[in-house]
């Protein structure tokens, strides 16, 4: 299939990765359907997918709510004429110690992260059978492999993702046009930190090293002309996987020592619910505005990776001394 030809449909699409992405597919003649909470912010990438040279349409939806996506699937599918590929992009964060932060919040991580992207998938699948094709790419995360301290609702939407795409990709055996497509990036620099929610106590912002979201969104057009079960995007994350083999808990329990020494020199910062409960006013755009001219590349990630690799080395090391 020529890219000028597909008709995609990108959930989450008002910022980050999720915009990058529908401009990326833009650029490559595609016609589109974006959805999101959040009107403004649809409107804005879908003016910069149209002026990337794609044709591309805003509906707003709330993906939680699994009527409406089942609604706006069908109503994309009028638009379009058929859906090639569906990306499931729609994603929060909260970021403090398990117990200070509510459980309400907790709940609303998993409803977020993990049962948006079951509504996309259930709204989308009958479709691809009935045509006999289409591809489902399903946004997770490193953090589906490594679990992440401060974020434990976080992890758990993330180790759920992973284990329903498996399942999912299993049932789905006997029709080779129909493909599911998982992805899992390391830190990348978007708008997530500034709309996510916070009990730390301290300024979050995007760590040295963080991908672009544009090198993710390359990675996703990729898929629709090679889909592949699994994409990993970031040095160390062939080396967290091997971690979590090798060593459980070990880089888990590296992340909880350095968050903990992070949270007690970061700047100081009231607690918020962030984005949760109600979409951003205004546009959010690609990137987070943080990153520096220094932070360019992957060299914080790389540097993570070779310690990790050690630490790994010196583990086995000691197995096999002992």
């Not at 609702?153 to 049932?171: I, N, Q, T, V």
């Not at 699994?230 to 979590?244: C, D, H, K, M, Y």
């Amino acid at each position: 299939m020529k890219l000028s030809d597909i008709r995609v449909v990108i959930m989450g699409a008002s910022s980050g990765i999720g915009a990058a992405t529908a401009i990326a597919f833009a650029r490559e003649g595609a016609r589109l359907v974006l959805g999101a909470r959040g009107k403004e912010g649809l409107e804005d990438i879908a003016a910069r997918c149209r002026q990337a040279g794609g044709q591309a349409e805003a509906l707003v939806v709330d993906a939680t709510d699994a009527d409406a996506v089942e609604a706006f699937a069908r109503k994309a599918r009028a638009i379009l004429g058929r859906i090639d590929l569906w990306y499931s992009n729609v994603g929060a964060g909260v970021v403090g110690k398990y117990a200070d932060v509510p459980m309400r919040d907790h709940r609303r991580i998993i409803e977020t992260n993990l049962l948006t992207h079951m509504n996309d998938a259930h709204a989308v699948m009958p479709i691809f059978l009935e045509q006999d094709h289409g591809i489902w790419i399903n946004m997770i995360s490193a953090g589906g492999f490594v679990a992440s301290p401060y974020a434990a609702a976080y992890a758990a939407s993330k180790y759920g993702l992973r284990g329903f795409s498996e399942a999912l990709r299993a049932e789905l055996g006997k029709r080779p046009h129909i493909h599911v497509c998982d992805v899992y990036p390391t830190f990348v620099d978007t708008p997530g930190m500034r709309h996510a929610a916070n009990y730390t106590g301290a300024k979050l912002s995007v760590p040295p090293g963080a991908l672009r979201p544009e090198q993710v969104a390359a990675a996703i057009v990729d898929l629709a002309r090679h889909p592949r079960d699994s994409t990993a995007l970031g040095a160390p994350v062939f080396l967290q996987r091997l971690a979590n083999i090798a060593a459980p808990n070990l880089l888990a329990s590296g992340m909880n020592r350095f968050l903990d020494a992070w949270a007690k020199r970061a700047d100081p910062a009231p607690d918020t619910r962030g984005v949760l409960y109600e979409p951003q006013r205004g546009a959010s755009g690609v990137h987070s505005g943080q990153r520096r001219p220094e932070q360019s590349g992957n060299k914080a990630l790389v540097v993570g990776a070779v310690a990790l690799a050690a630490a790994i080395g010196v583990r086995f090391w000691r197995r096999r001394s002992g």
